[in-house]
């Protein structure tokens, strides 16, 4: 029997980091799920939520490139920008506090950073929001750049050959 790689990825007694590389410890059927839920609502966004990817599609903040509905371990984002690792939550009336909070923790742990915004302000006050996101990505810049980089390159790559022959003499 000859199974198409999602039939893979989707089989159960996989492990969890196997399949299409979107393991995050979840099981395959648990991913399967939230991608499917992920796309759903890519498909009916809200229409917050459309305005606002009006603004933030195809690099237009600035040049910063988002995702939206992206699946970051087993929560669904509304918009990522995965190179400042910015999250955008937009959030109506039924968001609770203390499950975002939670999530906000976890989500935090893994690098991300979560900016909530507004369905009322999205609505009424798209410049104000959009320079909030711009302002947070510029913090992000700022962070990230203070901190280690997450892949050195090995001790003396990238050093120049005059460089080099200064410290060995």
Avoid at 92 to 110: I, K, M, N, P
Avoid at 123 to 144: F, T, W
């Amino acid at each position: 029997m000859s199974l198409t790689p999602t039939d893979t990825a989707k089989r159960t007694q996989t492990p969890p980091l196997q399949g299409r590389g979107k393991g995050w410890g979840l099981s395959a059927d648990t991913s399967s799920v939230l991608q499917s839920r992920a796309r759903d609502m890519r498909n009916n966004p809200t229409e917050p939520e459309k305005r606002l990817w009006r603004n933030l599609s195809n690099g237009q903040l600035a040049g910063h490139k988002f995702r939206r509905q992206a699946v970051i371990g087993p929560y669904i984002a509304d918009f990522v920008c995965p190179s400042k690792r910015l999250i955008v939550e937009v959030d109506g009336h039924t968001h609770a506090a203390g499950r975002d909070a939670v999530r906000d923790s976890a989500l935090a742990a893994q690098g991300y950073r979560v900016l909530r915004v507004n369905n009322d302000d999205v609505m009424r006050n798209m410049e104000g929001v959009l320079r909030v996101i711009s302002d947070a990505l510029d913090e992000q810049a700022v962070a990230r750049a203070d901190g280690p980089h997450p892949n050195p390159s090995p001790e003396g790559e990238g050093l120049s050959r005059a460089h080099l022959e200064g410290s060995v003499g």
